[in-house]
């Protein structure tokens, strides 16, 4: 008779046990599964972030590699260097210099090139021989060139029947700011040097 009602009163603390979790329980396992889901949340919306400020930045750079290999090709093939330290965009006489805002040359296909660096921080390029209102802007609006520590300079331009017997050399510097869509300013600064590959004697 002792053992029945013993096993009667176990009845109710076995059902009490498997009725599962509590309230405040289930409530503190919402809670840590909220934490995770917004820290996971916030390092994805980061990443992203990152992701696409590091491809702006590459685009851009990418137009400014164009610019610079644009105007070291054709220098390279070009001739009759005219470093323009004047403004006069339209002088095709072969003259040095240490320092100009632009330069004009032949190019290999005959027509007289002038590449400059102009005070609103872009490089314009005209393929007339620059005459006014044949300049086209090659850099993007987020791109800043400093008109004051960029430029060209030229060595050897002049023909060897002037006594020059040294090869044309130009070399090409870039200062200025980059300013993603993030108002993320970035300076930057390269600098190439390119020959002749014509060799110098009378053209």
């Known amino acids: 008779m002792q053992n029945k009602y013993n096993k009667k009163r176990a ?3 076995k059902l ?3 009725r599962g979790y ?3 329980e289930t409530m503190v396992a919402i809670s840590l599964f909220l934490v995770v889901i917004m820290v996971g ?5 980061n990443s992203t972030l990152v992701h696409t400020k590091s491809q702006d930045m ?4 990418d137009n400014l590699s164009f610019v610079m290999e644009d ?8 001739f009759n260097y005219h470093c323009i330290d004047d403004n006069n965009f339209t002088d095709t006489t072969p003259k040095d210099c240490v320092t100009g805002g632009g330069i004009s040359f032949r190019s290999a296909f005959g027509n007289q090139l002038v590449y400059g660096v ?7 390029k005209s393929a007339s021989g620059g005459v006014s209102g044949s300049f086209v802007t090659l850099t993007l609006p987020e791109i800043k060139i400093d008109p004051n520590s960029s430029g060209f300079s030229v060595s050897g331009a002049p023909s060897v029947s002037s006594g020059d017997i040294r090869q044309p050399f130009v070399t090409i510097r870039l200062n200025g700011t980059i300013t993603s869509k993030n108002d993320i300013i970035t300076p930057f600064s390269l600098q190439t040097s390119v020959s002749q590959r014509l060799i110098d004697v009378e053209l």
Do not use: H, K, V
Request: net charge positive; proline share 3%.
């Open 41 to 45: 949340m916030g390092t994805l919306l």
């Open 71 to 78: 105007m070291s090709r054709n220098l390279r093939t070009g």
């Open 16 to 18: 009490e046990r498997s």
């Open 58 to 61: 590459r685009s851009i750079m």
């Open 118 to 124: 102009f005070s609103d921080g872009s490089i314009q």
């Open 22 to 24: 509590t309230i405040i």
């Open 11 to 13: 009845c109710p603390a």
